[in-house]
């Protein structure tokens, strides 16, 4: 699979072995899954930007169109996930995610005591951070595309108000601001959990690393 | 599907399915909540965009309460020497008015909340300005006359009005919001105010009254809007419609 052996002849070098030594993390499939995420959640959160805050409405404008832009991507942010769910690697994932071991108990409680060794964190193929992210994450979206629903479709549920569905929809927009903001600092910190996703492979090395429990 | 699938995780407690359902269970108790919390939540979000010691509330979503909307890119700035309301349609006397022409015409002011479909609410804002049906009366409405089309010089927004709601003592040509000149944000120099109907009804940067035959649906009601924007009984603090 791992194209860029080239110089598997041995250097004899001291550096660690990273350029032949990779290991496969992410299927194609997975990674268009993230991306495309991206970009509907990127389109969502730009133009929610440009719908909500004074100065970027008053210099954009064009309200009809953004907000046209911004109900279609919210309600197909969840379709890449479902279409990953052909995919067994997709679903395998999704099982790691879900479940808890013990060690990411362990993880937990030295990420809350900010020890940020990578042996008192030790880790499956997912992190429990990680695990938590995307429950919540998940969960997240399910609030904005329901209480989003409500306010597209006026009347939709005569007992819930508008008023309460955008009163949740905002708060929400704000938690998952934040949540983005701390996933995407976590990746920039580490380029080769960036590269993860971008080619698929990582280091073996890495992995047993930041991920001891997930290589057999 | 097949083999490969790893059968050791599906050991622990399942906390991301947790962590999904804790989040469904906290949206669901929020919009429980709303109509006890969201007013501390726009009192907040008030308080902290009208304290101003940096610009940066400037960012919040509602500066003074309100939000700024518009349909288009950019909007043409009008004052006295430019700013011209054209009243025509099926009227005896067409009128063209400049801004000093309405200033010197009867003023009245209303005081009322200002309320959004999208929620926010400004409570007790005066406007005052020139009433409709006194511009509908000088320029003589012909009998075929049934309703009123509003349209703005921003080019693209339009509202309407039935003949008896445009001619209502609570539906101004708002000329001050606040007992300041309107500001090019709030529609200035000109603005229609329908105190009764949210705020969508409002037209910003009123151009032009053209009385028609028939009710000729807005912008936003091409787009899926009420066309009679009354208040909702709970919006509603005064008179009945």
């Given at each position: ?32 899954v ?108 399910l ?5 989003g ?27 998952i ?33 930041h ?6 | ?6 059968k ?27 109509p ?16 101003d ?39 005896r ?15 009245t ?14 409570k007790?804002?005066?406007f005052?300005?020139?009433r ?12 075929s006359?049934?309703?009123?089309r ?67 649906p ?24």
């Open positions: 699979m791992p194209s860029t052996a080239g110089s598997t002849t041995p250097t004899g070098t001291t550096g660690r072995p990273e350029l032949r030594d990779r290991v496969r993390r992410f299927s194609i499939v997975e990674r268009t993230h991306q495309t995420t991206v970009l509907l959640m990127l389109l969502c959160v730009t133009t929610a930007a440009c719908l909500y805050f004074a100065p970027l409405s008053q210099l954009i404008g064009r309200r009809h169109l953004l907000a046209t832009i911004h109900v279609w991507s919210g309600i197909a942010l969840p379709l890449p996930s479902l279409l990953g769910l052909f995919s067994a690697a997709f679903r395998a994932d999704l099982r790691r995610l879900n479940r808890f071991a013990p060690y990411d108990r362990q993880w937990l409680s030295a990420a809350l005591r900010r020890r940020t060794a990578p042996e008192a964190r030790p880790a499956g193929k997912f992190n429990a951070g990680q695990k938590l992210y995307a429950g919540s994450l998940a969960g997240a979206v609030v904005m595309l329901f209480t629903l409500l306010m597209w479709c006026v009347g939709l549920l005569p007992f819930i108000s508008r008023t309460s569905a955008i009163f949740v929809h905002d708060l929400v927009a704000w938690a601001a934040i949540a983005l903001i701390a996933h995407l600092r976590k990746a920039l910190a580490d380029p080769e959990a960036l590269l993860a996703m971008r080619t698929g492979h990582v280091s073996r090395t890495w992995a047993e690393r991920h001891k429990h997930w290589l057999p | 599907m097949s083999g490969g699938t790893p050791r995780a599906s050991e622990g407690a399942p906390v991301g399915r947790r962590a999904l359902l804790g989040v469904l269970g906290a949206g669901a108790a929020g919009l429980a909540a709303a006890y919390l969201q007013h501390g939540w726009e009192r907040f979000l008030g308080a902290a965009s009208q304290a010691p940096t610009g940066l509330t400037g960012l919040l979503p509602n500066p003074g309460g309100f939000r700024y909307y518009s349909v288009v890119g950019s909007v043409p700035r009008k004052d006295a020497t430019t700013y011209r309301l054209r009243l025509d349609g099926l009227v006397t067409p009128r063209t008015y400049t801004l000093d022409a309405l200033r010197a015409l009867p003023q002011r209303i005081v009322h909340d200002v309320l959004c479909t999208d929620g926010w609410r400004v007790q804002t005066p005052t300005g020139v409709l049906a006194d511009l509908l009366d000088a320029a003589g409405v012909r009998p006359g049934a309703a009123v509003f349209t703005c010089f921003d080019g693209a927004y339009s509202e309407s009005l039935t003949l008896e709601q445009a001619r209502r003592s609570d539906v101004l040509v708002a000329l001050t919001m606040q007992d300041k000149p309107l500001t090019h944000e709030h529609g200035g120099p000109v603005r229609l105010y329908v105190a009764p109907m949210y705020f969508y009804k409002s037209a910003k940067w009123l151009s032009g009254i053209s009385v028609t035959d028939k009710v000729v807005g912008y936003w009601e091409e787009r899926g809007y009420a066309v009679d924007g009354w208040l909702d009984d709970a919006d509603r603090h005064d008179r009945a419609a």
